[in-house]
């Protein structure tokens, strides 16, 4: 689905594509980028955007939750919900770099047998995200051009909990994204980053029957938690 820069809410997202080439996302997100993150991970466990977003999921999911988390790179965000009572994970990520040091992760904490890793693009195969009780998405919003396409399949999978976190809107944020984009246009890639728009995503998650129920930020990062409204989908 096309939006305009306008819609986006930003002069960073002018450098938006229609979408950008899959194949690409090995050789942005590699496997020194996952080493680099699972070693962060060992040492001082979740960010702290990611640790917030884990409490509200852990508090608002229901006992033994399944998790849905997209673009989970090596998969911290939810071996935490794992470890503070969730039932079973699956992580869909496009990269297919990550899983080397995801199946570490995993050996290392016991938890091989409750989750399930696919690669797939959850927009063009969401017959690859199974429906959870929680889904979650910490700074993967900001690396997919069609923001709403990719909400509209997280918030529909979310059966009760839906918590994702993108950049702040901010002048810090929008020049740190251009210059990225510079860098990645003057390789030759198609690959951009992006600040949304949060009314933007805000609409969006609401169309597909969320409402958000919490939100916080820091320097760079901000994030939403929302809940379905109306009976829960068993
Ligand atoms: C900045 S990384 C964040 C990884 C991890 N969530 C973290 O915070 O360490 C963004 C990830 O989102 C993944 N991603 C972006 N769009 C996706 C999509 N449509 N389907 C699956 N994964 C996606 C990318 O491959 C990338 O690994």
């Given at each position: 689905?096309?939006?305009?820069?306008?819609?986006?809410?930003?002069?960073?997202?002018?450098?938006?594509?229609?979408?950008?080439?899959?194949?690409?996302?090995?050789?942005?997100?590699?496997?020194?980028?996952a080493?680099?993150?699972a070693?962060?991970f060992r040492?001082?466990?979740?960010?702290?955007?990611?640790?917030?977003?884990?409490?509200?999921?852990?508090?608002?999911?229901?006992?033994?939750?399944?998790v849905?988390e997209?673009?989970g790179g090596v998969g911290g965000l939810h071996l935490e919900l794992l470890r503070?009572?969730?039932?079973q994970a699956t992580n869909?990520e496009?990269?297919?770099?990550y899983e080397g040091e995801a199946a570490r992760l995993l050996a290392e904490s016991g938890l091989a047998d409750r989750v399930t890793r696919r690669?797939?693009?959850?927009?063009?195969?969401?017959?690859?995200?199974?429906?959870?009780?929680?889904?979650?998405?910490?700074?993967?919003?900001?690396?997919?051009?069609?923001?709403?396409?990719?909400?509209?399949?997280?918030?529909?999978?979310?059966?009760?909990?839906?918590?994702?976190?993108?950049?702040?809107?901010?002048?810090?944020?929008?020049?740190?994204?251009?210059?990225?984009?510079?860098?990645?246009?003057?390789?030759?890639?198609?690959?951009?980053?992006?600040?949304?728009?949060?009314?933007?995503?805000?609409?969006?998650?609401?169309?597909?029957?969320?409402?958000?129920?919490?939100?916080?930020?820091?320097?760079?990062?901000?994030?939403?938690?929302?809940?379905?409204?109306?009976?829960?989908?068993?």
């Open positions: 689905m096309p939006h305009s820069t306008a819609e986006l809410g930003g002069w960073s997202t002018r450098y938006m594509t229609a979408c950008c080439d899959p194949a690409e996302y090995d050789d942005v997100f590699t496997s020194k980028y080493r680099r993150t070693k962060s040492a001082s466990g979740l960010d702290d955007t990611a640790a917030k977003m884990a409490d509200f999921a852990a508090d608002q999911g229901p006992d033994g939750a399944t849905l997209i673009g503070r009572g969730a039932s869909i496009l990269s297919t770099a690669n797939a693009d959850v927009v063009a195969d969401p017959s690859a995200a199974p429906e959870a009780d929680v889904v979650v998405l910490h700074r993967v919003v900001c690396c997919y051009p069609d923001f709403a396409a990719l909400l509209g399949v997280a918030a529909d999978r979310a059966r009760r909990v839906l918590v994702f976190s993108y950049p702040r809107p901010r002048l810090l944020t929008r020049t740190e994204t251009v210059m990225e984009n510079l860098g990645y246009a003057i390789r030759g890639r198609t690959f951009r980053t992006f600040v949304h728009s949060p009314e933007a995503m805000l609409a969006v998650v609401a169309e597909h029957g969320h409402t958000p129920a919490i939100g916080g930020q820091n320097v760079r990062w901000q994030y939403t938690g929302t809940v379905r409204e109306g009976p829960e989908r068993p």
